[in-house]
């Protein structure tokens, strides 16, 4: 199965969540997430030896699997601390967001990978992570 490519936007010193929810296989079938293992790693570039950031299924690690109502979900939750201490690659190139009052600055690219007990191995999600400098400094 191939990662869905999408770029996640943070604000820096705001914690948030991304939700990957109803995870299927190459037909099409839903795959159950109940006993898989999850890691998120943040790098400034593929090349990068340490990761920024590091997320996963251990206990405490920030991503979790739920079951609402039948709907499988992982969710990786990112603290208050961990996106204060996101940093830009190049603070003065702006990557999206609104240029004038909200402009989000290349932090790196992540990858989530899930390690299921039946399935093989994949990368579910993976892309570039921006983050939005705060104005307001605690």
């Known amino acids: 199965m191939t990662a869905a490519i999408i ?5 820096q010193g705001i914690p948030r969540s991304v939700i990957v929810a ?9 795959i159950p997430l109940a006993g898989s293992a999850a890691k998120f ?6 090349e990068s030896d340490a990761p920024l950031l590091e997320l996963s299924t251990e206990a405490g690690g920030g991503i979790t699997i739920r079951n609402d109502d039948g709907v499988e979900s992982l969710v990786a939750t990112f603290t208050k601390e ?3 201490a996101l940093k830009p ?4 190139k702006a990557t999206g967001g609104l240029p004038n009052v909200a402009p989000a600055f290349l932090v790196g690219v992540y990858e989530l990978r899930i390690d299921h ?19 307001v400094r605690t």
């Open 89 to 92: 690659i190049e603070p003065r």
């Open 7 to 11: 770029d996640i936007q943070l604000e």
């Open 117 to 135: 007990p039946v399935h093989r191995p994949c990368s579910v999600l993976r892309g570039m992570l921006n983050i939005v400098l705060a104005v």
């Open 82 to 84: 961990q996106t204060a």
């Open 22 to 30: 109803n995870w299927r296989n190459e037909q099409g079938e839903l």
């Open 41 to 46: 790693q943040l790098r400034t570039s593929i």
